[in-house]
């Protein structure tokens, strides 16, 4: 069964950093992809950036272009979200997406249906 967890979330000021991770088991290929995306009350869920396994692409949003990290440690099927400079604007629930078929360095990376392994989310808030 495939399967994703984030952890990390949490309050941070403005201005602060925090990293999130994402887990993910079941998966029986060698290529996949990894996305974070995230959704505020009110909003649509919005991609913020996408890892392959292996070493390969990654992907980021206008919004978090410059200020957000995308790792992966494959040894430990973990994808990091290493996020800087945050705003308030970047409070949300983060959720990590896995999928087999999704290339992060093509088009469509961003569209939320796309993917269809989902976790639970983690609750980032940035307030002083």
């Known amino acids: 069964q495939l399967q994703v967890a984030e952890s990390g979330g949490g309050l941070v000021q403005p201005g602060g950093s925090l990293t999130l991770s994402c887990v993910d088991s079941g998966f029986t290929v060698d290529y996949y992809a990894i996305a974070w995306f995230r959704q505020a009350p009110g909003k649509e869920r919005e991609a913020v950036s996408c890892?392959?396994?292996?070493?390969?692409?990654?992907n980021y949003s206008d919004s978090v272009k410059g200020r957000f990290t995308i790792s992966r440690d494959d040894a430990k099927n973990t994808v990091y979200l290493q996020m800087s400079s945050l705003k308030p604007g970047d409070t949300a629930v983060y959720y990590c997406?896995?999928?087999?078929?999704?290339?992060?360095?093509?088009?469509?990376?961003?569209?939320?249906?796309?993917?269809?392994?989902w976790g639970q989310g983690t609750q980032v808030t940035v307030s002083s």
């Open positions: 997406a896995a999928d087999e078929l999704v290339v992060c360095a093509n088009p469509g990376w961003d569209v939320a249906h796309y993917w269809r392994t």
């Open positions: 890892a392959t396994t292996r070493g390969g692409e990654t």
